[in-house]
C-alpha cells in the first residue's frame, strides 16, 4: 500500500530565503507526482505535476524534482515571500489507478 | 481560467440524515473524483468517475456513499445516512479533457465542510 511522507511538518524561515520541502513515498511505481498548495480552510490549488518519466518542472520561483528509484521527490522555493505561507501537500498516483495518494503536508510559515 | 465550484460552502446535519454534495466540475473535463480531509488528518481519496460509472474507489466509499452526475455539468456525492465520522472537508475534482487522460492535472474545487451533529 502506497504510503507519502512529507518532512518537516512545520517550517519557519526570513522572507527572502531558499527553502526545499521534501516528500518520500514507498512504491515507486508510480505515474505522475503532484504538488498543491493549500490555504487554511480553502481548497488544494495545483502548484506542478511530474510525469514519473521526468526529473523535474519549474513554475515561477517554484522547482519540483522526481527521483522515483529512491521515492522521493523535493519542492524547492526561491526567495520566499510572506504570501508563501501555506500548507504544502504532496500526492502520488499509481499505475494503474486513478487516486491521488497524499502526504500530511508541511506547513510553511515566512516571516517578513 | 475555468475552476471546479462547488455548493454548499458548508452544511450541518443531524446524524443520519441524508446529505448531498453538489460540484459543477471544469467544462470538457471527463474524469470526476472526490476526496475527503477530516480535520488535521490526510486528504483520501474516495472515488473516481468516469463515462457514467465508478472507476475506482476507496475502502472508505462504502454503501452509505453514492455518486451521480445527473446532467451534464453537475457532480454530485450522495452520503445515505450520515455519522458522525463523516465530519469532514469534502473536496470534488476533475481532470482529463482527452478521453484516455486521467491522469492528467486534478482541479480541485473549494471543498464542502459538513459537520454531523
Known amino acids: 500500500k502506497q504510503e507519502v511522507t512529507q518532512i518537516p511538518a512545520a517550517l519557519s524561515v526570513p522572507e527572502g530565503e531558499n527553502l526545499v520541502l521534501n516528500c518520500s513515498f514507498t512504491?515507486?511505481?508510480?505515474?505522475?507526482l503532484q504538488w498543491f498548495r493549500q490555504d487554511p480552510g480553502k481548497g488544494l490549488t495545483s502548484l506542478l505535476l511530474i510525469q514519473s518519466s521526468q526529473r523535474e518542472q519549474t513554475s515561477g520561483r517554484l522547482n519540483a524534482s522526481l527521483d522515483k528509484s529512491s521515492g522521493r521527490s523535493t519542492l524547492y522555493i526561491a526567495a520566499s515571500q510572506p504570501g508563501d505561507s501555506a500548507t504544502y501537500l504532496c500526492a502520488v498516483r499509481g499505475q494503474a489507478g486513478t487516486a491521488l495518494i497524499f502526504g500530511k503536508g508541511t506547513t510553511l510559515s515566512v516571516s517578513s | 481560467e475555468p475552476e471546479v465550484t462547488q455548493t454548499p460552502s458548508h452544511q450541518v446535519t443531524q446524524m443520519g440524515q441524508e446529505v448531498i454534495l453538489r460540484c459543477v466540475p471544469i467544462s470538457n473535463h471527463l474524469y470526476f473524483y472526490w476526496y475527503r480531509q477530516i480535520l488535521g488528518q490526510k486528504v483520501e481519496f474516495l472515488v473516481s468517475f468516469y463515462n457514467n460509472e465508478i472507476s475506482e474507489k476507496s475502502e472508505i466509499f462504502d454503501d452509505q456513499f453514492s455518486v451521480e452526475r445527473p446532467d451534464g455539468s453537475n457532480f454530485t456525492l450522495k452520503i445515505r445516512s450520515t455519522k458522525l465520522e463523516d465530519s469532514a472537508m469534502y473536496f470534488c475534482a476533475s481532470s482529463g479533457r482527452l478521453a484516455g487522460g486521467p491522469r492528467e492535472t486534478q482541479y480541485f474545487g473549494p471543498g464542502t465542510r459538513l459537520l454531523v451533529l
Open positions: 512504491d515507486s511505481a508510480i505515474y505522475n
